[in-house]
C-alpha cells in the first residue's frame, strides 16, 4: 500500500486500525467524492472531503463517533409527540441567483464547476444546490413545518417542493447589500404578516428566520413550547466583537410577538444604516445586532460567556438568547470553543467555504437509511475544520 499521499481518488488517513472496520461500509453508503486526513499546514482549499479528529470525544454529553460510526446518539425531541402542541412552525430565508440571462449562464456553466458525489454544478447550481439540501433537512426533521424563501421579484429560479412558497419582496438584493436587504425583507415580511392577522384569526404560527447553509437537525418547535414568554430569539457566543449570530432569529406568531420582533429588528436596521454600512455586505447586522444589545446599561455581557438560554427585555421586547452551542453550531467552533459537538444540537451552520460539506452531509444523510443523523454528524464533526472550495 502506498503512503496516504500517495491515493489520488481516496485517501483515508485516520489511524489504519482504528478506520479500516467502518471503510467499506460507509462506501457502501455514499459514494463520498474524496476523502483526505487533515493536514497539519495547508492554505489551499479543498475540492474533497478532509478528515481529522472527532473534537470533544471522552466527553460525557458531546457526540462521540469512531470513524464515521455514532457511539451515541443525539436527542432529536419531535414535537408531533406534544399532544397539547397545536401551533406550527414555518422555517424562513432570504435568497437570490445572479446571473441569471442566458448568456450568463452558459458562461457560468464553462467555468468553475465543481463535482459534489456524482453531480457537477455551476457558480449558480451549487446555490440552488445548497438551497435544496436547506430544504431537504428541513423536510426530514420538521416535515410538518412550511418553508418560505423571501427573494428578488427579478430572480428567476424554481422551487418544485412541497410545503415551499417563494415570496417576492421588493430591494436591494445586490451582493454588497444583501445583508441590509435581508432584516428589510424580514421586516416586510413581518409587517405583511401583522396586516394579515387584523383582517382574520388564524391558528398561530410561529417562524424562524436563517440562513440558507444551514441543517436543521431536530424539531425546533419546542423553542416555542419549552420557552412561552419571549417575542423574539437570537443565538448567542463567547466572541466579544461578535456575540450574536443573525443566522438565526426565531419570532413567536402571536400578534404582539410579531409586532415587538418588528420593532426590535427596525432598531437593528437603524443602528446598520447609521453605524455599520461599511460592513453591508458581511457581519454588518450582527455588529447592529450586538451594539443594540449591549447599549442597554443594565445589559451583563458576560452572560454570553455561559453556556445557558436567558431572557432579557431590550426596548419592550422580550428576547431570548440561546446558545450557538446547540442552536447555531458550526463545525471550526466545534473543534474549539464548542469542544465538540452537544449531543442536543438542532441546528448545524455551514458558515463560509463549508458549502461543499454541507452537500455530502445530505449526500451521506440520503444515501442509506443505516446511515442516520448522528452518523452524518459524525462525518460533519471530522470533516468540519477544513475550508473547502466553496
Aim: aromatic share 10%.
Amino acid at each position: 500500500m502506498k503512503s496516504c499521499n500517495g491515493w489520488r481518488r481516496l485517501v483515508i488517513c485516520l489511524p489504519i486500525i482504528f478506520f479500516l472496520p467502518y471503510l467499506f461500509s460507509v462506501l457502501d453508503l455514499h459514494q463520498i467524492s474524496n476523502i483526505e486526513k487533515l493536514p497539519k499546514k495547508h492554505s489551499n482549499k479543498f475540492d474533497h472531503l478532509v478528515l481529522g479528529p472527532a473534537a470533544g470525544q471522552g466527553l460525557h454529553d458531546r457526540l462521540q463517533c469512531q470513524g464515521l460510526k455514532a457511539l451515541n446518539k443525539t436527542h432529536l425531541p419531535n414535537m408531533s409527540h406534544t399532544p397539547d402542541y397545536k401551533d406550527t412552525v414555518s422555517m424562513v430565508t432570504v435568497f437570490t441567483v445572479y446571473n441569471t440571462s442566458v448568456s450568463a449562464r452558459a458562461n457560468d456553466r464553462s467555468t468553475e464547476m465543481v463535482t459534489v458525489g456524482n453531480t457537477s454544478y455551476s457558480k449558480t447550481e451549487r446555490s440552488m444546490a445548497v438551497l435544496n439540501a436547506f430544504i431537504n433537512f428541513i423536510q426530514v426533521s420538521m416535515p410538518l413545518s412550511n418553508i418560505i424563501i423571501l427573494t428578488d421579484p427579478a430572480s428567476e429560479f424554481s422551487i418544485n417542493k412541497n410545503r415551499v412558497t417563494v415570496v417576492p419582496i421588493k430591494g436591494e438584493y445586490s451582493r454588497d447589500k444583501l445583508m441590509l436587504q435581508r432584516i428589510k425583507s424580514y421586516i416586510a415580511f413581518l409587517d405583511a404578516r401583522l396586516i394579515e392577522l387584523s383582517r382574520r384569526h388564524e391558528q398561530i404560527h410561529h417562524y424562524i428566520f436563517t440562513d440558507s447553509d444551514i441543517a436543521v437537525v431536530a424539531d425546533l418547535g419546542q423553542i416555542f413550547y419549552n420557552y412561552p414568554k419571549f417575542h423574539l430569539a437570537v443565538t448567542f457566543r463567547n466572541n466579544k466583537d461578535q456575540p450574536l449570530n443573525s443566522g438565526f432569529i426565531a419570532v413567536r406568531g402571536t400578534p404582539d410577538g410579531i409586532l415587538r420582533a418588528k420593532v426590535f429588528l427596525q432598531e437593528v436596521l437603524k443602528v446598520y444604516s447609521s453605524k455599520y454600512m461599511k460592513a453591508s455586505r458581511m457581519l454588518g447586522d450582527q455588529l447592529a445586532l450586538a451594539w443594540l444589545v449591549k447599549s442597554h446599561l443594565s445589559f451583563d455581557a458576560k452572560r454570553f460567556a455561559g453556556p445557558n438560554s436567558f431572557l432579557y427585555d431590550i426596548g419592550g421586547t422580550s428576547v431570548l438568547f440561546l446558545p450557538c452551542a446547540v442552536y447555531n453550531w458550526t463545525p471550526p467552533e466545534g473543534a474549539g470553543q464548542f469542544h465538540g459537538m452537544p449531543l442536543d444540537v438542532k441546528v448545524v451552520h455551514f458558515k463560509g467555504s463549508r458549502k461543499r460539506l454541507m452537500l455530502e452531509s445530505w449526500n451521506f444523510y440520503n444515501s442509506s437509511a443505516s446511515a442516520g443523523i448522528s452518523n452524518m454528524l459524525c462525518l460533519i464533526l471530522m470533516s468540519g475544520r477544513t475550508k473547502y472550495d466553496f
